[in-house]
């Protein structure tokens, strides 16, 4: 298996942990997962803009180019959902959805910090708090 292989699914289990996490945010059943999504899905978005802006593009798209990927011309991510789901998906609306995640995980950062600032104690840890 190659390098660039692992860095793409590497980056395919990134995006799908995004989309998973993300109903915790707006769901506070259990504090400690919600602010573990928060910070995750923070640090996510972080690393997207400044890469794109960086660099034109995700930096773990730009690594696994590097590493020699996309030889064929299509991402791992294209292929994994034509295996999926069997449908052949462009990069273009891939790009999209991804920029549709990280509009929703920035919203529900934010819920959640104000959340957690307006609901201390008992759905809140106290290291939430701001």
Not at 10 to 25: E, K, R
Not at 67 to 83: E, I, L, N, Q
């Amino acid at each position: 298996m190659s390098l660039a292989v692992v860095i793409e699914f590497g980056h395919a289990l990134a995006m799908i942990a995004l989309f998973l996490l993300l109903p915790f945010l707006f769901w506070h059943r259990w504090p400690a997962l919600s602010m573990f999504s928060a910070i995750y899905n923070l640090i996510f978005v972080v690393i997207n803009r400044l890469s794109h802006w960086g660099l034109g593009e995700c930096i773990l798209t730009r690594a696994a180019r590097w590493a020699g990927g996309d030889r064929d011309g299509g991402w791992f991510t294209v292929k994994f959902s034509r295996w999926v789901f069997g449908c052949i998906p462009s990069n273009k609306q891939v790009v999209y959805v991804e920029q549709a995640l990280i509009v929703l995980a920035s919203v529900g950062v934010f819920w959640t910090l104000w959340y957690c600032e307006r609901n201390p104690v008992p759905t809140c840890p106290p290291e939430a708090r701001m």
